[in-house]
């Protein structure tokens, strides 16, 4: 391994002229504390560098099973020293090894003696050996420009210049040598001086991108306020750029367009002010004419053929017919509801698009949507309609929000549309037509052909192994674009390393609203200095909203999965992007959206005939079982918290190039056979802070695009963003002043030191980040747990910004907790300020994780206290879409509508203006849930359910399984720990194909594949607790949030494992939800199971016997058997924690305790009286509960799914069914049409 490290310096190395053994580079904290836990021996230790402070290391000693940091710090002088207290004068060393030698002697201050230094492990060479996917000898080499980023300046070259040091550096260089080769031209009688000016222009690269990038600014803004010269200057621009860069001719240029930016800077304030008074007095409300100026292809009116979907009373009203056609006018704003009556004659009604209210998808059936149409003043009627299918309702919903958003008065957009590319090319160019990779066309999850051509607002090219030079890929993506949407898409970043390259492009209309873009690049190859391998990425805020993209291109070979894992972990701590003031978290935290592309390749562990088999099968989910990353997800080693859709297209390499017909998996090369299975090696994953909105709407692959081994691979993605808010009361007077108050927090963390922690708090709604005082308890009862908590007083009560509801409703706060000694981080988390805005305290729960790992939890109790004048909020145009709990128990009109994220809403609020005024029927109703709410199955009755390890405390953190606790959740809202999993005390079969849908997707009980991969990331909303309810206004807030990951509390813990403490730190009372404080961690013991601990959080078959991953100070050894001396092995797969079940049975990592109970309004109580469909529950006796039901008693369950498709889902609304109703469900046998069709009208003759 390489020396240097941490402590740089301009003289010799602090390490001496070799790296000692004891020094670890890069290790992390928590990877100390294991190697040195396996050591065992008091007096061991190591030295590492420092999280904290760059150039530093610490000095890691075990004693008495603790660990001690002492932190070494270079001054002024380059000497080291071990920090001392306040007062005592430090020893200083030249070099770390000089140090060390001093402590390897007794009586020195430290707590013990340093007697056993720990070694590193080495890495085998052979492991390096990293080349491309079994293509070449050899890794390839970078291309001739060395690019490493392209700033969005149209001819900025792409050579890697000293930038950091600037002219300084390059001006030494200059003095030194080429000064004198100046000096010799002119004796002898140049008039120029070549290198000077070589000098000159070298260091005014970057200033020529960023001149670039203002003129093209002020060249838009000159093109709105002062047309009469904007042609001129759009034309001295053009020319100034399309000179041939070089030389003299190259400082003139910039000389040129430094006089041209500043005669728009001058004059550009005075011309835009005498533009919008001229404005003012002719038409007042008419917007600059920027959008005249961009035409994009007009969307046709596009129609759908509907049935109505009624109850049997209404059949009355409406006669027979159910068969409608709704189009849609999104350039007019008009939705036309058109019925076929009799004589071929057509009756219509049309709507503005001001009069939908709101849109309310079923969940339970996937191609039926509610529609509430505003019918006269204050009165609404809602309409259900059954589409062909569920991606006609959804194209039908994107186009709806399309038109609302279209005509929408608000200034700035409140969601936009994004699609993510990411290919592997295969070191060749691509073909003339790749249109189906930006329209999304191809195998997998595509979009529907009414909405493929609507253009997105922000396009994300990955790529890899790409031979193109940055310059011409960036023009030819820009020519597919603008001959697909007729919009002339700008370049706002592109990133290059080597071959991997990073491309976003943005609509023109955005342009304005992309500021702080940033670009950052590691390299992962060879010993990590090659970049054949690695990531490139690039950040950015679109208005208030920050967005991180990162392409990647990870090692490669079946086994290689721990240095693939290796190579993500170095890419999450290393990447440099997003606000510098967050340097303490990872970029998994820094932004709001964090989407991760590229050719990860994890593959597939099953034999190749089998993986050829299941293929051709169209059979996917055995493969996803074996799938590498979905394993090493499982066990949370990479993409900790991420999600992903559902994969459903086939594997995209390795492909026979040239065709699609065939996978070339093996390769006759040097060294032997070698084999590449087909995998899914290309992937999109993504990261969202909790509460906020975003769906993936499609994620596929094309199938016509053959030039590389790799097919393209595809997604889109619908986001909220959030403006610059601007408070049109000004800044806040302190009686108008919001505040952010903590009563309490407590924290578990993972760690064997016992020293004392203090909580930093970051947010872009705070001036600076804050820090509270040292946590005043303490406590362990396992040496390898520190339990830590803070009282109010030790919190600081935090100052937004801005007050308003509006601001602080959109806001996050990111909390690391550190640790005095060494100033380093052992945890860090994010918490949506939505949840918390209310007149009392709201309680938290989050999980806690450092460098991709996940490292404890914490909880608290706090509020957003928000004053009266500052409460005005507006409906967001992604609340106006919810998800239909469904009709199961009770009638349509009073049917409640849930939020469309895979989540229960944190808190209810009123909808609308109301926003943090809480129901006080609500808070009753959810006291007397909870107090007459019984004890959840399976706490104490059942064996299988308690006496595992599961139910250990400890467990979740070691092995990442979600620490949560079913009892949060109202039992008749979720599956008991028994119905969940029947077979908990079995063994289950290894899986891991089973799939949790990501924030947004809405998928039922009838359709259980349309699910997300998103492990440990969130619940199926059916599972849910709480409903989001809604009134005629639209949706309440949160209405499509993407709610946080459920991971804690546990599951209610054996009656050993808690222990009552008089004085809870939390001043609600609650039963059902026991403390950190009374959740006691279980001593140390002797170990009969510690495989079976070891195994990991899910099924993943025999392999994972041998992962040693979770076994940090020797866990297993300690906890599994401490408190249930007598339990069996427990499974390979813990019973709630397989794929695509609830994790933790759907509690949101933010949520609050206890969950208030649905306020019980719904849209029918605004309604009309004659448009409630059906005042009354069902009277339609029929003894079963459901159509699947009475149709498994009748024998004929296989005309189910026909009857739901067409939207016969009631019992009730069966009674009145046809024989031509029967045969459109696809009942064709006459015999099956008599026995249905008695057995109804026995029913009706019943009642």
Not at 93 to 104: A, C, G, I, Q
Request: proline share 7%; net charge negative; with cysteine.
């Amino acid at each position: 391994m390489a020396g240097g490290g941490g402590g740089g310096g301009s003289g010799a190395s602090p390490l001496g002229p070799a790296p000692p053994m004891w020094y670890h580079r890069d290790l992390s904290r928590a990877a100390a504390e294991e190697l040195l836990a396996r050591a065992g021996r008091d007096g061991s230790f190591l030295v590492r560098d420092s999280e904290s402070v760059n150039g530093a290391y610490a000095l890691c000693v075990l004693f008495q099973k603790h660990v001690h940091t002492y932190r070494i710090l270079p001054d002024d002088e380059g000497f080291l020293a071990v920090q001392t207290s306040q007062g005592v004068q430090p020893k200083r060393f030249k070099t770390l090894p000089e140090l060390v030698s001093l402590y390897l002697q007794p009586s020195q201050g430290l707590v013990t003696t340093l007697l056993y230094p720990v070694e590193r492990e080495e890495t085998a060479v052979s492991d390096d050996r990293d080349y491309s996917d079994g293509e070449d000898e050899k890794p390839p080499l970078p291309p001739r420009s060395s690019s490493t980023s392209t700033p969005p300046g149209p001819d900025t070259p792409t050579d890697s210049t000293p930038a950091a040091n600037g002219l300084s550096t390059i001006s030494h260089e200059y003095l030194k040598g080429s000064y004198a080769l100046d000096l010799e031209a002119v004796k002898q009688g140049a008039s120029s001086l070549p290198h000077l000016n070589k000098t000159l222009v070298a260091s005014c690269k970057r200033l020529n991108g960023e001149v670039d990038k203002v003129l093209s600014g002020l060249e838009i803004l000159s093109k709105v306020f002062d047309q009469q010269s904007a042609f001129m200057v759009s034309k001295m621009i053009q020319q100034v750029q399309s000179v041939n860069q070089g030389g003299d001719q190259e400082l003139e240029n910039l000389v040129t367009k430094l006089a041209i930016l500043k005669d728009l800077l001058s004059s550009i304030e005075k011309k835009a002010l005498k533009a919008l008074q001229d404005m003012s007095l002719t038409s007042p409300c008419s917007p600059p004419p920027l959008h005249s100026m961009r035409h994009s292809k007009s969307i046709p009116v596009q129609a759908f053929e509907v049935k109505l979907d009624v109850y049997l009373a209404e059949l009355t009203k409406i006669g027979k017919s159910q068969k409608y056609t709704l189009s849609v006018d999104v350039e007019g704003g008009r939705l036309v509801v058109m019925k076929k009556v009799k004589d071929n004659q057509e009756d219509w009604i049309t709507y503005t698009h001001d009069k939908i209210r709101q849109l309310i998808k079923s969940q339970r059936v996937q191609n039926k949507l509610g529609i509430v149409f505003e019918k006269e003043k204050d009165k609404s009627q809602r309409k259900d309609f059954i589409f062909a299918s569920a991606k006609k309702r959804e194209a039908f919903c994107q186009l709806l929000q399309l038109m609302k958003n279209k005509h929408s008065n608000q200034d700035e957009p409140d969601m936009i549309s994004i699609f993510i590319g990411t290919w592997n090319m295969g070191s060749v160019p691509a073909p003339k037509n790749v249109a189906s990779w930006v329209l999304c066309r191809g195998l997998g999850k595509t979009l529907d052909e009414m909405t493929v051509t609507i253009p997105h607002d922000l396009y994300v090219f990955g790529s890899q192994e790409n031979s193109v030079c940055d310059r011409e890929w960036v023009e030819s993506l820009r020519a597919l674009l603008k001959e697909q949407t007729e919009l002339d898409y700008k370049p706002i970043a592109v990133q290059t390393l080597w071959n991997i390259k990073l491309a976003v492009l943005v609509k023109p209309e955005h342009e304005n609203r992309i500021s702080h873009v940033g670009m950052s690049s590691v390299k992962t190859g060879i010993a990590n200095t090659l970049g054949n391998k690695g990531a490139v990425g690039v950040s950015f805020m679109f208005n208030g909203t920050s967005f991180g993209f990162v392409n990647c291109h990870l090692t490669s070979g079946n086994e290689k999965i721990a240095r693939r894992n290796q190579n993500y972990l170095d890419i999450l701590r290393l990447l440099s992007l997003g606000d510098k003031q967050l340097s303490s978290f990872d970029i998994s935290l820094r932004f709001t959206h964090l989407f991760w592309l590229g050719d990860l390749n994890y593959r597939l562990d099953m034999d190749i005939q089998e993986i050829l088999n299941y293929i051709n099968r169209k059979e996917f989910d055995p493969l996803l079982k074996v799938d590498q990353l979905n394993l090493e997800r499982e066990k949370n080693k990479v993409f900790l918290r991420f999600a992903e859709e559902e994969i459903s297209f086939p594997p995209t390499y390795r492909y026979e190039r040239g065709s699609r017909d065939t996978y070339v998996w093996q390769k006759q090369k040097a060294t032997g056979m070698r084999t590449n299975v087909p995998s899914w090696c290309d992937r999109i994953l993504w990261k969202s802070y909790p509460e906020t909105h975003i769906v993936c709407n499609s994620y596929g692959c094309t199938d016509d695009v053959v030039t590389s081994d790799h097919s393209p691979v595809f997604a889109t993605f619908e986001v909220g963003v959030t403006s610059q808010f601007v408070s049109k009361k000004g800044l806040p007077k302190s009686s108008e002043q919001a505040y952010i108050e903590f009563e309490s927090i407590e924290a578990i963390v993972k760690t064997a030191s016992r020293t004392k922690f203090f909580i930093e708090f970051y947010s872009t709604c705070l001036e600076e980040f804050k820090k509270s005082y040292e946590n005043d308890s303490q406590s362990s009862d396992n040496v390898n747990f520190l339990r830590v908590g803070w009282s109010n007083k030790q919190l600081t009560t935090l100052k937004p910004l801005l007050s308003e509801i509006e601001y602080l409703q959109d806001q996050h706060l990111l909390l690391t907790v550190k640790s005095l000694d060494g100033y380093e981080s052992y945890g860090e988390c994010v918490l949506a300020l939505k949840s918390m805005i209310g007149s009392t305290a709201q309680q938290f729960h989050t999980y806690l994780s450092h460098r991709g790992e996940e490292t404890g939890n914490i909880r608290g109790s706090m509020r957003v206290r928000v004053p009266s004048e500052r409460m005005g909020t507006r409906e967001r145009l992604y609340e106006w879409i919810s998800v239909d709990k469904d009709e199961t128990s009770g009638p349509k009109g009073k049917s409640a509508v849930v939020c469309r994220s895979g989540h229960e809403p944190s808190v209810i609020r009123k909808p609308l203006g109301e926003l943090g005024k809480l129901s006080e029927e609500g808070e009753r109703n959810s006291k007397e849930e909870t107090a007459a709410r019984p004890k959840q199955d399976g706490s104490d009755s059942d064996p299988s359910i308690s006496k595992n390890s599961y139910n250990n405390p400890a467990y979740y953190i070691l092995e990442g399984v979600p620490n949560q606790s079913a009892a949060a959740v109202s039992p008749e809202l979720l599956p008991s720990p028994t119905s969940a999993n029947p077979q908990a005390a079995k063994p289950p079969p290894p899986s891991a194909g089973a799939r949790s849908k990501p924030p947004g997707a809405a998928s039922g009980p009838p359709h259980p594949r349309r699910q997300v991969r998103a492990i440990s990331e969130e619940s199926s909303s059916e599972d849910d607790g709480g409903a989001c309810v809604v009134g005629a206004q639209g949706g309440g807030v949160g209405s499509t949030l993407n709610r946080p990951p459920p991971d804690f509390p546990p599951p209610p813990l054996p009656k050993g494992a808690l222990e009552m403490v008089p004085e809870a730190p939390f001043t609600k009372p609650r039963t059902l939800y026991p403390d950190l404080a009374e959740v006691r961690i279980p001593a140390a013991g002797p170990a009969a199971h510690g495989d079976a601990f070891r195994r990991g959080g899910v099924g993943v078959g025999a392999g994972a016997l041998d992962d040693q991953s979770c076994s940090v100070l020797q866990m297993a050894k300690t906890l599994s058997d401490s408190e249930f001396p007598g339990q069996p092995p427990r499974a390979p797969s813990a019973p709630p924690h397989l794929r695509g079940q609830p994790m933790g049975l759907g509690l949101d990592a933010c949520r609050t305790f206890p969950p208030r109970n649905p306020i019980t309004e719904s849209i029918a109580e605004d309604m009309p009286e004659e448009a409630l469909w059906g005042s009354s529950s069902s009277s339609l006796s029929v003894g079963e509960s459901s159509v699947g039901e009475w149709l498994q008693r009748l024998g004929l369950e296989r005309y189910e799914q026909g009857l739901l498709h067409n939207g016969w889902d009631d019992l009730e609304f069966l009674s009145d069914i046809t024989e031509e109703d029967l045969e459109e469900a696809g009942v064709h046998d006459p015999a099956h049409k008599r026995i249905l069709l008695e057995s109804l009208r026995q029913q009706q003759q019943q009642k």
